[in-house]
């Protein structure tokens, strides 16, 4: 049972390089979304995307984008990587047709921006 | 800023104690408040969740006390084993929405 699987584990990138974090799941979910994870921040919210073919912003969107490629994917992409953008970053999904549904997490992906 | 705070930041207990983490939200919108447990290395997993119909949700050693006058609610850890040692986030969602607002997150340590 693989559930929400993200790859890279870990990264690190230089100042003003671009990268793009993917993630699927084999759970089939409506719902994916990217979080990053800060000391002291919680899970904020980067992307969500309700269904498949759309997306929406959440808290903290500045700097990134996202592709909802089909019902299985959802990736995140940083065109121009700052070092603010150090972070953990996870990967959800859930089921969605009905709102207030279980939310299932990736392992993360470490980044580090130097 | 933050919609859901969650204290403390951090705690020690004893094995055989009690864990007690306390969130607070302002938005009388939430209706749908989880508890969320990660591990080192590990992505956050759905450990209980509550609907604001009940004051109290119970599974194992895990409960939930919520007071939506005072709209807080918060977490019990009864007889705190080392393998809950981990940190804990709380969350809350609106009907209707699919976006959680964590806590900051709390560090449960149990010592042996």
């Known amino acids: 049972n693989a559930g929400v699987t993200q790859t890279p584990k870990f990264q690190v990138l230089k100042t003003g390089q671009s990268m793009t974090l993917q993630c699927a799941q084999d759970m089939n979910h409506n719902s994916m979304y990217w979080y990053r994870q800060d000391p002291g921040m919680g899970l904020r919210l980067i992307y969500y995307?309700?269904?498949?073919?759309?997306?929406d912003k959440g808290e903290v969107p500045n700097g990134y984008n996202v592709s909802r490629l089909n019902k299985r994917e959802f990736s995140l992409r940083l065109e121009s990587a700052a070092p603010s953008q150090t972070s953990v970053y996870f990967c959800?999904?859930?089921?969605?047709?009905?709102?207030?549904?279980?939310?299932?997490f990736g392992q993360g992906t470490r980044l580090t921006v130097v | 800023q933050q919609q859901v705070k969650q204290s403390p930041q951090s705690l020690i207990v004893q094995k055989g104690g009690i864990s007690i983490i306390n969130c607070a939200y302002e938005n009388t919108a939430f209706d749908y408040f989880p508890w969320y447990q990660q591990f080192p290395g590990k992505g956050p997993a759905l450990l209980i969740a509550i609907r604001p119909d009940v004051s109290e949700k119970k599974e194992g050693r895990f409960t939930i006390s919520f007071n939506k006058s005072a709209k807080q609610f918060s977490l019990h850890i009864m007889d705190s084993q080392p393998g809950d040692s981990a940190t804990y986030f709380c969350?809350?969602?609106?009907?209707?929405?699919?976006?959680?607002?964590f806590g900051a997150g709390t560090t449960v340590t149990v010592r042996a």
């Open positions: 969350a809350a969602s609106k009907n209707g929405d699919y976006k959680l607002s």
């Open positions: 959800a999904s859930s089921e969605g047709r009905q709102v207030n549904t279980e939310a299932f």
């Open positions: 995307s309700a269904s498949e073919g759309t997306t």
